[in-house]
């Protein structure tokens, strides 16, 4: 890579951050300097991924490795913005590890995709942080959506009704809402978004049809992870403990479980 295209790409990073910095000061959101460090972020862990999978992306052993490596890490961040006590973390890590093995397997197992290191690779780095996002929406909205309905909470408790049962509605819309981003992505992939795995592959040297087909399955790996993660958090927590009056103004309190 020359020089001349390094200066470009540094030039070109700066500009869109200096635009994002600027508007999120001049709005004044909280914490507005976060996209800083999260590119420089970015940039490190890139630059160790690159480093450590070039070495290791023909060995299907250490790409599982540097799977578990990165859902050890999206389990980490969905547990901090979810409170970050013992038995969220055991929550948050269930659910995303069954998501994310049940997809795999699926995709492997039934000969859709060839159980190479690049594939799994791929398809598995992809679904799990989409499966981080999605548990951290559900969470956060399902925390939220309880607060605000408390009354109507206590009136289902008044009238004999579990916990799970006072808040099956609001869990249920929470979900809904946290996977609203994947469907939306999904129907209007070729129209609107030009999807990411679908480049990857062209660039890689795959026809486009078989390109569009790999783009298909990680599609329906990212609904299927999501799905079954939201569904496991919703199933796990304890909304009611996490809704109770007093709590409601601090996220980072508003725990799932």
Request: charged share 10%.
């Amino acid at each position: 890579m020359s020089t001349s295209v390094l200066l470009a790409t540094a030039f070109a990073l700066a500009l869109c951050l200096t635009l994002t910095l600027a508007l999120r000061r001049a709005w004044s959101i909280p914490k507005w300097a976060d996209p800083a460090v999260a590119l420089v972020r970015a940039l490190l862990q890139l630059a160790i991924l690159a480093s450590v999978l070039s070495l290791a992306i023909t060995n299907v052993a250490y790409v599982f490795l540097a799977l578990l490596v990165m859902l050890g890490f999206g389990i980490w961040t969905s547990s901090r913005r979810l409170g970050g006590d013992a038995r969220t973390v055991v929550l948050v890590a269930i659910s995303m590890s069954t998501a994310v093995a049940v997809s795999v397997l699926t995709v492997f197992l039934t000969g859709a995709l060839s159980f190479t290191g690049q594939n799994l690779l791929a398809f598995g780095g992809i679904i799990t942080g989409n499966a981080m996002s999605v548990v951290t929406l559900s969470g956060r909205r399902l925390s939220q959506d309880v607060a605000q309905h408390w009354g109507e909470i206590e009136g289902w408790l008044g009238l004999g009704a579990t916990n799970r049962r006072a808040v099956r509605d609001i869990a249920s819309k929470a979900m809904s809402e946290a996977l609203i981003p994947n469907v939306d992505q999904t129907r209007v992939t070729g129209i609107v978004t030009m999807p990411g795995a679908f480049v990857g592959a062209v660039f890689a040297g795959a026809s486009p049809l078989e390109a569009g087909r790999f783009q298909l399955l990680v599609l329906a790996g990212i609904m299927a992870t999501g799905t079954i993660a939201a569904a496991l958090i919703m199933w796990g927590s304890d909304p009611v403990a996490a809704g109770r009056p007093g709590r409601a103004d601090n996220i980072k309190e508003a725990h799932v479980g």
